[in-house]
């Protein structure tokens, strides 16, 4: 079993910035991936963010491409999505993700932190 643990989150104001953190623990010696998907009231969980644990760069929804940036700590299990010039379409709750290796699904899931962007 892989559990994951998220951290940041928070209210902030069109044009700022805010860091979330995530970390796998357990099982995790066959990770394929982690990243980040969100869901704001009344729409669908949609993809922001994912990573690779075997290289090939990271990859990003159109939206956030430019603004948004997904880092791995030290080849470890924690996993940052630093967020620039946040936007009110930005508000959201945001979930850390985790693919396992021979996966094409994702799971486990974090339990979501929120985002609020003001105008």
């Known amino acids: 079993q892989v559990q994951l643990e998220e951290s940041g989150g928070g209210l902030v104001q069109a044009g700022d910035s805010l860091r979330l953190s995530c970390t796998a623990s357990?099982?995790?010696?066959?990770?394929?991936?982690m990243g980040w998907f969100r869901q704001a009231p009344g729409k669908e969980r949609e993809f922001v963010a994912g990573l690779r644990w075997s290289g090939g760069g990271p990859s990003y929804a159109d939206s956030v491409t430019g603004r948004f940036t997904i880092s791995r700590h030290n080849a470890g299990n924690t996993v940052y999505l630093q967020m620039n010039s946040l936007k009110p379409e930005d508000t959201a709750i945001y979930y850390c993700?985790?693919?396992?290796?021979?996966?094409?699904?994702?799971?486990?899931w974090g339990q979501g932190t929120q985002v609020t962007v003001s105008s």
């Open positions: 993700a985790y693919k396992g290796l021979g996966r094409s699904d994702w799971g486990p």
């Open positions: 357990g099982r995790t010696f066959r990770t394929a991936a």
